[in-house]
């Protein structure tokens, strides 16, 4: 078994095409089936089921990718490591990020990354929270921007970037816009409310601020990004619990932004999400260096 075929089998696995693997990967389609039969034939099974239009991991396959993401990820580590050795940081820095996380701007920062390590390949992920730890854990991600983790759910390192309050927003016509009060969690139920899928930090962090206050609430519309979760709020369709930046963004303007009352106020914290120790690359740690010299460079 060689890195190359690994290289091959992940491509394949993630595009879900050979054809789409082939051009990510530069190399002949004949070239990418035969790597991929010949690691099949070494390992006595097949790891993917082909039909004429799809190409899905069999339960071999699934269990292979795991481990040749790690594979894979351990030596693109030992390579970097040499490199970095040598005065070099050269290689590949897979970043993962959450939709506007706060206390830290992934563009600027990783201009500034590129500006000072050119050499260095950025490759940039926008995913959950979930996927994000998954893909640190894996080695698929060095390092990642996200919403904070209860300890039992990571093994690695959380480094803190910010916290803010949870806030209320609705359009101008809505009952809870003229208020002028912060308004109890038990004020809210019965309302239709927006917000993103599962996965996503603010979502998380809402979920678990009605389930401590023994609230309950229905989300009618389920959003991805951001831009869409206002708009939808814009027209009157739901209101929305966030994290209280969003209120400030030029998107929003127009909306209400109404506090929350309770003894235990909701909150919403950011933070980077590295690996176990010892476990970190020359790159993750070159961009650390810069997150703690200043976030939004």
Partial sequence: ???????????????????????????????????????????RTPLFSRTTRTVRLTEAGQALLVEAERTLAGARAAR??????????????????????????????????????????????QEGT????????????????????SPPEWRGGLVPLAREPMVVLCAPGHRLASKGAPVAWSGLQGESFIDFHPDWGPRRAVDE????????????????????????????LGIAVVPHHFSRKPEARGLVAVELDGAEPAVYESVVVLPPAGAMSPGARALMALVREDPLR
């Fill in 80 to 125: 970097d490591a040499v490199d970095a050795v040598r005065g070099l940081l050269r290689g590949t820095l897979t970043l993962g990020v959450e939709q506007c996380v706060a206390g830290v701007s992934p563009a600027r920062l990783l201009a500034a990354f590129h500006r000072d390590h050119p050499q260095m390949e950025i490759r940039l992920r």
């Fill in 130 to 149: 979930s996927s994000l730890l998954e893909g640190v854990a894996g080695g698929r991600l060095d390092l990642a921007f996200a919403a904070t983790v």
């Fill in 1 to 43: 078994m060689e890195l190359r075929q690994l290289e091959h089998f992940v491509a394949v696995a993630e595009e879900q095409h050979f054809t789409r693997a082939a051009e990510r990967l530069a190399v002949s389609q004949s070239g990418l089936s035969a790597s991929v039969r010949a690691l099949e034939h070494e390992l």
């Fill in 209 to 236: 601020a009605f389930a401590a206050a023994g609230a309950r609430r229905t989300v009618a519309l389920e959003v991805s990004d951001v831009h869409s979760l206002l708009e939808l709020v814009h027209e009157g």
